[in-house]
């Protein structure tokens, strides 16, 4: 019998070994790249808002951010009232959302038909591909004008109320904050329901299954099995729906009322920075295009702030899901 070598096959092993070791450095070194891509057009991104409003931000510094004073004419700048708004509408939006979102993603996970859950779920993933233009342009022509219908009712309930009353006074203009945060919700909620009802569809059907058996009513297998099993990804796609909120331009454009007061009342007009950017910077030059770039640097701000305590909240329950 013939006698085969072995040295042949050793040396087409390690030729293999080391051809699969150079293609992984170049695969981490690509990975590494994209990575650093990334990472580069962050910092650029902060970091040329950050120059474009040099002007402001260090000429007036707290004054800036302190002050509810917009006037171009006397290059007066303040940023409060556009924090103000963004802030505001954005949380309107994700407390009217959230709730939303919870009960469309339990419905279509637990309690509807086989045949209605396939295109209930493919029009709220459809609803998430509509331009917010739309969002803005139906909010004006349709919701703006049902708004000044129901807002006098509001001012007359919930307007006596304690403390609470504050809230619901003012003209029924349809245009304002609450206006807004509704608009805002509507487009934030198939981004939320979604994220909601492909994370509900992760839990393992003999946990739920399990739980059914021992009698639990279908609120407890969500309570004590769903939402513990994907508390993490669900907090995710609540605060990604944040972020959503808080970047959006024409649909609050168009139905905030642009106005640069501070008040009470969420009936009454207001701006965001993303709206007060959108509006004014075409005509805007000098300072006061300086101070529209620093409203960019401050929504990226913002933003960051937002996504790194979603981060860190993440965070906080995988080290107690750990223990």
Excluded at 37 to 44: E, I, M, N, S
Excluded at 52 to 64: A, I, N, S, W, Y
Excluded at 209 to 223: M, P
Aim: charged share 15%; hydrophobic share 55%.
């Amino acid at each position: 019998m013939p006698v085969i070598s072995a040295e042949p096959i050793a040396r087409d092993n390690e030729q293999r070994s080391r051809a699969d070791a150079r293609h992984d450095r170049i695969f981490r070194r690509v990975l590494k790249f994209c990575a650093l891509l990334v990472l580069a057009a962050l910092l650029g991104a902060a970091l040329s808002t950050l120059w474009g409003g040099r002007k402001v931000l260090f000429g007036d510094g707290l004054h800036f951010l302190l002050s509810d004073s917009w006037n171009p004419v006397d290059d007066h700048y303040g940023a409060l009232a556009p924090i103000f708004g963004t802030l505001v509408t954005s949380l309107i939006a994700l407390v009217l959302a959230v709730p939303v979102s919870f009960g469309i993603a339990l419905f279509l996970t637990e309690i509807a038909p086989a045949w209605m859950r396939g295109p209930v779920g493919a029009a709220i993933e459809l609803l998430a591909g509509i331009p917010s233009i739309i969002y803005g342009m139906w909010g004006l022509f349709v919701f703006v004008p049902f708004m000044s219908g129901i807002e006098p009712a509001l001012s007359n309930t919930l307007g006596n109320i304690p403390l609470l009353g504050k809230l619901f006074q003012g003209p029924p203009l349809g245009l304002g904050l609450l206006t807004a945060g509704i608009v805002l919700a509507v487009m934030i909620l198939p981004f939320i329901s979604s994220v909601m009802r492909e994370v509900f569809q992760t839990v393992p059907t003999r946990l739920k299954e399990s739980s059914y058996a021992l009698g639990s009513t279908t609120w407890e297998v969500l309570w004590d099995i769903v939402l513990p099993y994907t508390r993490s990804a669900v907090i995710g796609g609540i605060f990604l729906g944040l972020g959503r909120a808080l970047g959006e331009t024409m649909a609050v454009t168009f139905v905030l009322g642009n106005s640069y007061n501070i008040t009470s009342s969420l009936l009454m007009p207001g701006t965001t920075i993303s709206s007060s950017i959108a509006n004014e910077f075409n005509e805007a030059v000098g300072m006061h295009r300086s101070a529209l770039i620093a409203l960019g640097f401050l929504l990226f701000v913002v933003t960051f702030v937002v996504l790194l305590i979603a981060r860190l909240m993440l965070r906080q329950l995988a080290k107690r899901e750990g223990k």
